[in-house]
């Protein structure tokens, strides 16, 4: 009985190696459709037209170095809270280019917002960051509000 168990253990790894192969004759390839005929598919290289988003922001005054009250400081530019963005379609990037090009510039809203919720925000490398005015030094604070002071209420 020992000998049978061996001998059917040795044998059933070797048997589960084998492998048939399913068709004794080489993969046919067919078309799409799958009729084997001459019939063929056309596909459309053209991409759809992609939205393109453009913002812009209202910047009041020259790049500066901006101090905090610990000792850092942030190069950048100050900005209005508020975004003129204007969204269009255009197939490539360069027709996107193009068309931003041909857009109309935006106008300053009437009241910006300069200071909101105790925050300011600062344009740094080309991004918008919201800064709190209570981490400026004192004298970027005083610079804030006198900007402040002369935009229209």
Request: charged share 25%; glycine share 8%.
């Amino acid at each position: 009985m020992k000998a049978w168990l061996i001998l059917l253990a040795m044998t059933a790894p070797l048997g589960a190696q084998v492998v048939l192969p399913t068709t004794g004759k080489k993969f046919d390839t067919r078309t799409i459709n799958g009729s084997g005929g001459t019939t063929g598919v056309s596909v459309n290289n053209t991409a759809p037209p992609t939205k393109t988003r453009l913002t812009s922001y209202f910047i009041l005054g020259e790049p500066r170095q901006w101090k905090s009250t610990d000792g850092k400081s942030l190069l950048g530019t100050i900005i209005i809270f508020e975004d003129a963005v204007i969204e269009f379609e255009a197939a490539t990037p360069a027709a996107a280019r193009e068309a931003a090009g041909k857009a109309t510039p935006p106008k300053l809203p009437e009241k910006p917002t300069l200071i909101r919720e105790g925050k300011i925000r600062l344009l740094v490398s080309q991004k918008p960051v919201e800064v709190p005015l209570a981490r400026l030094s004192e004298a970027d604070r005083k610079y804030v509000e006198d900007l402040n002071a002369r935009l229209p209420k």
